[in-house]
T-cell receptor, first 115, second 109 residues
Framework: NAGVTQTPKFRVLKTGQSMTLLCAQD?????MYWYRQDPGMGLRLIHY???????AKGEVPDGYNVSRLKKQNFLLGLESAAPSQTSVYFC??????????????FGQGTRLTVV | EDQVTQSPEALRLQEGESSSLNCSYT??????LFWYRQDPGKGPEFLFT???AGEEKEKERLKATLTKKESFLHITAPKPEDSATYLC??????????FGAGTRLFVKA
């Protein structure tokens, strides 16, 4: 039972380079999220998706794009990396039960450094 | 604006020394308050969801309680393996779930 899997786990980028982070979940969850975690600031929502083919902006969406072509996958793209995007990125998924918000299941994280 | 503040930032305990972590929140129409545990280099792991004031939930040495303005995570007789960062998050009427910065707990044998 893999849960939520993120690839890659580590990456170093040069300023201006682009990359895509992949998140895959095998729990058939409708909701998926991308967060970034910075020291002293908690987790901040970048983008989220409430189902296949849908995406929406979170708290800090600038400089990122996402796609959810398949229900089990949620991709996060950086078009032109900047040092301010150095962070640990977490993907999460959660089920929905009526109007109840259920707990989120998180991946192991991707540590990204932009130099 | 929805907000979550956790205190203290760090807490050092001796094994067996019980204590509490605080999560103060402001949110429009609470739809859920969540506690997660995060170990170094790993993603957060779900512990509890609380939905209404007066609700309590327990799991091993942990007990979470909720009032209209704050939640407490009580740790009874902690062990070194309880050392981790504990995150609190709230969800209001909108979609967004807001996380606090966390409390780093260190338990010494």
């Amino acid at each position: 039972n893999a849960g939520v899997t993120q690839t890659p786990k580590f990456r170093v980028l040069k300023t201006g380079q682009s990359m895509t982070l992949l998140c895959a979940q095998d729990m058939n969850h409708e909701y998926m999220y991308w967060y970034r975690q910075d020291p002293g600031m908690g987790l901040r929502l970048i983008h989220y998706s409430v189902g296949e083919g849908t995406t929406a902006k979170g708290e800090v969406p600038d400089g990122y794009n996402v796609s959810r072509l398949k229900k089990q996958n949620f991709l996060l793209g950086l078009e032109s990396a900047a040092p301010s995007q150095t962070s640990v990125y977490f993907c999460a998924s959660s089920p929905i039960t009526g109007t109840d918000h259920r707990e989120a299941f998180f991946g192991q994280g991707t540590r990204l450094t932009v130099v | 604006e929805d907000q979550v503040t956790q205190s203290p930032e760090a807490l050092r305990l001796q094994e067996g020394e019980s204590s509490s972590l605080n999560c103060s929140y402001t949110v429009s129409g609470l739809r859920g308050l969540f506690w997660y545990r995060q170990d170094p280099g790993k993603g957060p792991e779900f512990l509890f969801t609380l939905y209404s004031a007066g609700e309590e939930k327990e799991k091993e040495r942990l007990k979470a309680t909720l009032t209209k303005k704050e939640s407490f995570l009580h740790i009874t007789a902690p062990k070194p393996e309880d050392s981790a960062t504990y995150l609190c998050a709230v969800r209001g009427g909108g979609f967004k779930t807001i996380f606090g910065a966390g409390t780093r707990l260190f338990v010494k044998a």
